[in-house]
């Protein structure tokens, strides 16, 4: 080892182009890349934007560091109008690009949301859109906003206005001698690495939906790069310096190939692609390129780092477009896709994101490039807005003029055609009704219901609703009947739980589902003290059943749904007068409010045969014929009657989704359904 590799000296990196970075870049891209195109093996490839946080922390945080000590100060505004320009631009050119496709792709109540999207993105706040949301960053690709991965640079350019203003705080209140304001920013450094780590842990325990997008749970992996360009990093030799840069690797592609949707993110288990992003940059600043420091600074792995940053911004609507085109994606198809966001980014690339970032007569004018970056948020919204107002138009009716399941007297056929309608298809997702606006259909993190009793104070009989979102869905049809009939209702529901008796999974917490548990024996509980003249429960039929942390499968899922419905039915009957089970509704194939936004004038395009549902399994119907004194009320035969599932009756909207009724339509129900319910006077 010669003197200049001893271990023994120690350097601060003092800027300087530095190829291997551009070289992580692309690594980044490619694993983020080989995700989203749905290569199983490299399921973790999210891990590519925790790569792309250290890079940005190291780069901008050396960057500010050599202005204080130079100049004293931070040119505020010189900074955020090199960012400007750096990123709006091409950020901008991609959100506009979006709300054309999806104005002559998506459905219009699709397109209501990407308009949102767009408006959120423009203003660099997607990520707090997407945790308001509790957006499942795993769910399938079909139902993704094709601008989800603006959160990303949501949460960048947050560290960028803030992490300025902090770093100058700092070296203001401790003085600017050199070495004080390097430890002074450090000693901040530290403190917000640490405290949101320490955060991210936790709320990643008990959120990993919102966690995913949250800017305190990411702000400690830009804070490790900004670590490493304040302190005095040990200078390596050159196999030293390979060996670590190696090491690094190695931890990206263990995280890439071991990690999946599975994994609760960010937490703990991104300390494996950031640590290995940090060796990387660390081998990288003893400024011997050689083994896998040399491949990352060669010309072709340079060449798509460059393009990193179009190539993200294109890759992810070009891929959910051709999935909304061609279905789910065949290898070669996500192949294509990718090769043609690829292609774009390149062309972007030399045409936009360059010339505007080296434009020399934006740079000599730094206000220049500041009006050029509101001049893009301006036209990302304007872009959203014009989206809205290409959505088409239809008359709402109000409730009481809404026949609903009594025009079936009448309609032998399926509605064909209709210019007024409730709700609003491209709003049907907010027809809850008022149960769940009351917030009695209560969150995954909730584990007891409040009060949510309904009716007079002198009930003539007491009647409890319990079950998951399709329990509550009945609730319009059950409180319009309990008005007429002073009933006293108990509103027991819960989001995504399954009232039988057994621990289930859930894809967005990424986990078994504990807090169901737990609620579901205080709900049942409450029932054994409410002692109701009836209970009437309900349950969707696609839950997966764990068992010794073992996900179910197949038959042997359904044989345990079964059993697990069928305990809980037997303790119901021990604590109710009457139990009624109501089956839940057949699952369209598609999204039938979103179908109806499109088809005002075919709505029969939006029927389905009943044998299409995508609901099968009917362990419901019998665990409900296994237990004495249960009595199985179906409503299938209304809405799909003659086998067929009708998307609109009575200008009613049926479904918001694929397979939860409209208030609207559970509120025309009440006359059918208290036919079938039991008499309890």
Same mark, same amino acid.
């Given at each position: ?35 989203? +195109? ?14 792309? #946080? ?7 945080? +050396? ?49 209501? *949301? ?131 840069? %190696? ?15 599975? *994994? ?26 050689? %083994?896998?420091?040399?491949?990352? @600074? ?12 179009? *190539? ?32 774009? @980014? ?54 009481? =003029? ?7 007297? #009448? ?43 309904? %009716? ?26 309990? =008005? ?15 009232? %039988? ?72 009957? =021990? ?58 009320? =179906? ?32 509120? *025309? ?13």
């Amino acid at each position: 080892m010669d003197r200049q590799g001893t271990s023994e000296k120690r350097v601060i990196w003092r800027g300087g182009f530095r190829p291997d970075i551009e070289g992580v870049r692309a690594v980044a891209m490619s694993c983020a890349l080989l995700a989203h +195109g749905g290569v199983a093996v490299a399921a973790g490839g999210y891990v590519g934007v925790d790569m792309f #946080y250290v890079i940005s922390g190291f780069l901008i945080t +050396g960057l500010l560091m050599r202005e204080v000590e130079k100049r004293g100060t931070i040119d505020l505004v010189n900074f955020y109008a090199r960012r400007a320009r750096r990123l709006l631009p091409m950020a901008t050119l991609v959100v506009g690009a979006t709300v054309i496709l999806a104005l002559l792709i998506l459905p219009p109540a699709r397109q209501l *949301t990407v308009s949102g999207d767009a408006i959120a993105s423009s203003l660099y706040f997607a990520n707090w859109r997407f945790t308001a949301q509790a957006a499942d960053y795993f769910a399938p690709i079909t139902e993704t906003s094709p601008l989800q991965h603006y959160w990303s640079l949501g949460v960048e350019e947050q560290f960028y206005f803030v992490w300025p203003l902090l770093l100058l705080a700092a070296t203001m209140l401790l003085g600017r001698v050199a070495g004080i304001s390097r430890r002074a920013v450090l000693i901040v450094a530290v403190l917000v690495t640490a405290a949101s780590f320490a955060y991210s842990v936790i709320y990643t325990q008990e959120a990993p939906n919102q966690a995913y997008f949250s800017t305190f749970t990411r702000a400690w992996e830009l804070g490790i790069g900004a670590v490493m360009a304040l302190v005095a990093l040990p200078v390596v030799g050159r196999w030293a310096a390979a060996c670590i840069a %190696g090491l690094g690797l190695g931890a990206i592609a263990l995280a890439t190939l071991l990690y999946s949707d599975a *994994t609760p993110y960010p937490g703990v288990a991104a300390l494996m692609p950031v640590l290995g992003t940090a060796a990387i940059v660390f081998a990288g600043t003893s400024g011997h390129m050689v %083994g896998p420091l040399r491949i990352l @600074a060669s010309p072709p792995v340079r060449y798509f780092g460059r393009i990193s940053y179009s *190539t993200y911004l294109w890759h992810w609507p070009v891929l959910i477009f051709a999935t909304e085109l061609w279905g789910p994606l065949s290898p070669w198809q996500a192949g294509i896709a990718i090769a043609v966001a690829i292609a774009l @980014a390149a062309v972007s690339y030399h045409t936009v994101e360059y010339p505007f970032t080296h434009s020399k007569r934006l740079a000599a004018v730094p206000r220049r490039s500041l009006a050029l970056g509101a001049g893009c948020a301006v036209a990302g919204v304007i872009a959203a807005l014009v989206l809205v107002r290409a959505q088409p138009q239809v008359d709402v009716l109000d409730p009481e =003029e809404v026949e609903g399941a009594a025009a079936l007297a #009448y309609q032998a056929e399926p509605q064909k055609q209709a210019h007024a309608l409730r709700p609003d298809p491209l709003r049907a997702s907010n027809d809850r009704g008022r149960l769940t606006d009351d917030g009695c259909l209560v969150a995954r993190e909730v584990v007891e219901s409040p009060e949510c009793t309904y %009716g007079p104070k002198r009930p003539t009989a007491t009647v409890a609703l319990f079950g998951d979102s399709h329990a509550a869905h009945f609730f319009p049809a059950v409180e319009r009947i309990g =008005e007429r009939e002073d009933w006293r209702i108990v509103g027991l529901t819960k989001m995504g739980c399954a009232p %039988g008796d057994a621990t289930v999974w859930n894809g967005r917490l990424g986990r078994p589902y504990t807090e169901c548990d737990e609620w579901r024996e205080h709900a049942l509980e409450r029932i054994a003290k409410e002692k109701p003249d009836l209970t009437i429960v309900s349950t969707a039929s696609f839950y997966t059943v764990v068992e010794d942390d073992e996900r179910l499968e197949g038959d042997e899922n359904g044989r345990a749904r079964e059993a697990a419905f069928t305990r809980t039915l037997r303790r119901l009957a =021990e604590s109710s007068e009457r139990v009624v089970v109501i089956g839940d509704v057949p699952h369209a194939p598609f999204d039938v409010s979103d179908c109806v936004s499109e088809n005002l004038d075919s709505l029969d395009e939006c029927a389905f045969r009943i044998d299409e549902r995508r609901n099968t399994d009917a362990f419901d119907r019998r665990a409900a014929r296994r237990v004495a004194g249960v009595k199985l009320v =179906e409503i299938t035969d209304v809405l799909c009657a003659k086998g067929i599932c009708r998307a609109v009756i009575g200008n009613a909207v049926t479904y918001r989704g694929s397979n939860h009724l409209t208030a609207t339509f559970s509120r *025309t129900l009440a006359p059918v359904l208290r036919k079938k319910l039991p008499d309890l006077g």
